[in-house]
Structures are given as structure tokens and as C-alpha cells.
Nanobody, 123 residues
Framework: QVQLVESGGRSVRAGGSLRLSCAASGRTFSSYGMAWFRQAPGKEREFVAA????????YHADSVKGRFTISRDNAKNTVYLQMNSLRPEDTAVYYC????????????????WGQGTQVTVSS
């Protein structure tokens, strides 16, 4: 069992930066693939970025490539999402997810989800 708690979301102006954190409980965190998804009002939950168990593979959606970076610190049981050059269209609730079978780009690849943290980008 893994419990995930996101933090770091807030309101920011366009062009600004934020770093989201996801703290995980459980001794098996380092064996899980991790990801960030987001969901804007009235829209489907969409993939943002994923990282393999040891951080050797990091994959980002085209919409955030070059602006967002996913990373993890297994010693701290934490995964991060550094978000730069934020745009109003990045406004959404951001969710952290953990997958016991590795990483992927769909919500079906993940077993555990956090409650989400709100990011609002104003123009």
C-alpha cells in the first residue's frame, strides 16, 4: 500500500515557476514508477510526466516538454515536478500517481493516487 500527498500548488502569474512535491509512504516507494497527471475543469485527466523507479527514464508530454521536469529522491520518498514558464492553460488540479508495475502514460498504469493540488496560472 502506498499513500501519496501532493503539495506546492498555488496561484501564479504566467511565466512564473512552481515546484510540486509528492510525498509517499511505504517502504516500497523506490520500486514504483511515478507520474504526474492533471485535470482541468470539464476536461479529462491528462498525462503530464512519468519517471521510472530509479529515475533512469523520465518522459514528458509534448505539451510540457522543455518547461516541466519530473524527478525523484528515493531517500526522501518524494517525487517532484518543476514547472517553469507557466501558462494559463496549465491551470488544473495536479495529481501524483504510483504504479507497482512500472511507469506508463495512461491512468490505467497506476494503482495509487494522491488527492491533488491546485495550480492556477493567471495571464
Amino acid at each position: 500500500q502506498v499513500q501519496l500527498v501532493e503539495s506546492g500548488g498555488r496561484s501564479v502569474r504566467a511565466g512564473g515557476s512552481l515546484r510540486l512535491s509528492c510525498a509517499a509512504s511505504g517502504r516500497t516507494f523506490s520500486s514504483y514508477g511515478m507520474a504526474w497527471f492533471r485535470q482541468a475543469p470539464g476536461k479529462e485527466r491528462e498525462f503530464v510526466a512519468a519517471i521510472s523507479w530509479n529515475g533512469g527514464i523520465a518522459y514528458h508530454a509534448d505539451s510540457v516538454k522543455g518547461r516541466f521536469t519530473i524527478s525523484r529522491d528515493n531517500a526522501k520518498n518524494t517525487v517532484y515536478l518543476q514547472m517553469n514558464s507557466l501558462r494559463p492553460e496549465d491551470t488544473a488540479v495536479y495529481y501524483c500517481a504510483a504504479g507497482s508495475a512500472g511507469w506508463g502514460t495512461t491512468k490505467y498504469d497506476y494503482n495509487y493516487w494522491g488527492q491533488g493540488t491546485q495550480v492556477t496560472v493567471s495571464s
